[in-house]
Nanobody, 114 residues
Framework: QVQLVESGGGLVQPGGSLRLSCAVSRRRLSINDMGWYRQAPGKQREFVARITNGGSTYYDVSVKGRFTISRDNTKNTVYLQMNSLKPEDTAVYYC????????WGQGTQVTVSS
């Protein structure tokens, strides 16, 4: 079965940076679009960023200019570089294929707080 394993989250002060990783196993990454999503407490999961199999990137307006999605097909891993973090970025972050698989990984918690 395909596995999605997110990592790299943590506690960071406003204005700080984090780099999230999503390791994919049992499915080749290179031919698929991938996305990052997040879910804040009491809210629905929302789209954050997308990278196509050709390398084009798309972002939600709330993170554009601060976050960068990238991929390393040789490592079957997708990344999310997050800069200038704000308290409203606090959430559990998930990755998934696009279209999404019918399951999600465990996510990685990002907390932005002073």
């Amino acid at each position: 079965q395909v596995q999605l394993v997110e990592s790299g989250g943590g506690l960071v002060q406003p204005g700080g940076s984090l780099r999230l990783s999503c390791a994919v196993s049992r499915r080749r990454l290179s031919i698929n679009d991938m996305g990052w999503y997040r879910q804040a407490p009491g809210k629905q999961r929302e789209f954050v960023a997308r990278i196509t199999n050709g390398g084009s990137t798309y972002y939600d307006v709330s993170v554009k200019g601060r976050f960068t999605i990238s991929r390393d097909n040789t490592k079957n891993t997708v990344y999310l570089q997050m800069n200038s973090l704000k308290p409203e970025d606090t959430a559990v972050y998930y990755c998934n294929f696009i279209p999404n698989l019918n399951f999600w990984g465990q996510g990685t918690q990002v907390t932005v707080s002073s």
